[in-house]
């Protein structure tokens, strides 16, 4: 007899060496059996074995077996369909009375004994009777699901587990197995390889004779814990790449808060537009207000404003300095392009030039699933003799196509400092529509000549959000998903790096 009857888990390596030493050569399914043992703990057991230095061999094999489904356990205890209507049939009972009484075993049962001759149905009286038309029955089914439960499923005749499998009572598995032999350092005990070198070894000289666990410098190792990119950073890193590729220059915009003079005065926008309104605009309340302009440049947009001028006829109305002093967190990096043409204007002689900038900009906006109070403008700018509207709309599409954007629409739009105007829209594939991406235009000579720019240069430019053609290109369909409190920070860490 096996000295393995019953086992844990703690000593089941043990009692497997101690069978490959009696048997030599034993397999995991015959172990199970030996040990009483579920067969996925004797894999378990196989496998923490593997991990000592050639104690043992195991090569897997795969097998297949037949094994018992539910239902098929069921009727390995409790008989066939067919035999349990037959002991239900006694003396005589009514069908419905049997029906009821066999459960979900009665219509199968039923009609399985009236096909073996088992029972009849006696419809003489008016109600239809089942009786028994044999007095004993063999329950061969049963017999041979619990050979089949024993493991003796192959010696079953093919017809009979046809008609089984056929029935739901049996199924076929696949089955990975080991074979298991003595390997070169074979021992009936186990000892513990030391993974570390102590202070305690080291003094006590334990060291000396200590069995070390080998280095594996195969493994992974963790990863080591550290800061992670936010994809809107990797687009940014992306859209400036690609300005400075196309020859621009980046313009510094270090500085959240302006005043309104740049911020709409500077860009030919009327002191009463809507848009600066408190509800569309967030106003610093200390300082309130700055007193830093170029007072001739300030003068003549003054002008500009109220009586025309450049073959302008202005808007009329009392322009005051005190509304263009109001500090405010800027609304656009426009601001930042209008003192970048000012400065442009002072130099002697024109130069053309192309600006840039991605940077934050605010506006009191009611959040949604495209729009924040707090997002970043991407904003180009080329000043040049004689640009037409061709020419914007050719820097566009080659722009948005090295962004791998390449399905644009262009709308007709208004602007107060750009004629003729023009929204950008692309498809979102997320979203299933076109979604504004953009705006662009050429600036008005209202907005350039009293800068003191030649009268024959032009200026396009165009501007566009990056949360925007971030969330396309993840096809995020929220932007909360992206920024704010809301953001997975796993998602930041997964996200690829962002080849546009």
Known sequence: ??????????????????????????????????????????????????????????EMESVKRWELTKEGEMVAEKGSHEAVVWGLVGEGIGQPDLMKAAGSMGKVGFSKAMSAGWIVLDKSGGKPVVKRKVGEIEDVIKKHLVEVKNGAGDNLPERERGEYKKRKLVQEVTEKIYILNKGPNFSTTISKAETELTPEMISSGAWKTANFKPYNFDALGI?????????????????????????????????????????????????????????????????????????????????????????????????????????????????????????????????????????????????????????????????????????LIGVLYQFFQKLGIEKLRF???????????????????????????????????????????????????WGLSLERPTMIKYKIDNIRDLVGHKVDLNMVQRNPLCRI
């Open 1 to 58: 007899d096996s000295l393995l009857q019953e086992s844990t888990m703690s000593d089941i390596p043990e009692k497997i060496l101690l069978e490959i030493e009696k048997s030599g050569k034993v397999s995991s399914p015959d172990l199970a059996k030996l040990l009483s043992s579920d067969h996925q703990k004797i894999v378990g057991a196989i496998k923490s074995l593997q991990c000592l230095e050639d104690m043992i061999t195991a």
């Open 223 to 391: 990863s080591p814990p550290g800061g992670h990119l936010h994809p809107l950073l990797k687009v940014r890193a992306e859209y400036r790449q690609i300005f400075l590729e196309m020859g621009f220059t980046e313009m510094p915009t270090n500085n959240y808060v302006e005043s309104s003079f740049w911020n709409f005065d500077a860009l030919f926008q009327p002191q009463q537009h809507p848009a600066r309104d408190a509800h569309d605009t967030f106003f610093i309340s200390d300082p309130a207000e700055t007193t830093i302009f170029p007072e001739e440049y300030l003068e003549r947009v003054r002008k500009i404003h109220s009586e025309g001028g450049f073959g302008s006829q202005g808007y009329g109305y009392d322009w005051k300095k005190q509304e263009a002093s109001k500090n405010l967190l800027r609304t656009h990096t426009t601001a930042v392009s209008a003192r970048m043409l000012y400065k442009l204007a002072q130099q002697k002689e024109f130069s053309p030039q192309k600006y840039f900038s991605i940077d934050r900009v605010f506006r009191n906006e009611t959040l949604d699933a495209t729009h924040l109070a707090e997002f970043h403008q991407i904003e180009g700018v080329i000043a040049d003799k004689d640009l037409t509207l061709g020419d």
């Open 411 to 461: 709308k007709p739009a208004y602007n107060p400092y750009t004629e003729p105007s023009m929204e950008i829209f692309s498809y979102h594939e997320g979203l299933a529509k076109w979604v504004e991406i953009g705006n662009s235009g050429i600036f008005r000579p209202e907005m350039l000549l009293p800068m003191g720019l030649p009268e024959d240069v032009k200026v396009i430019a």
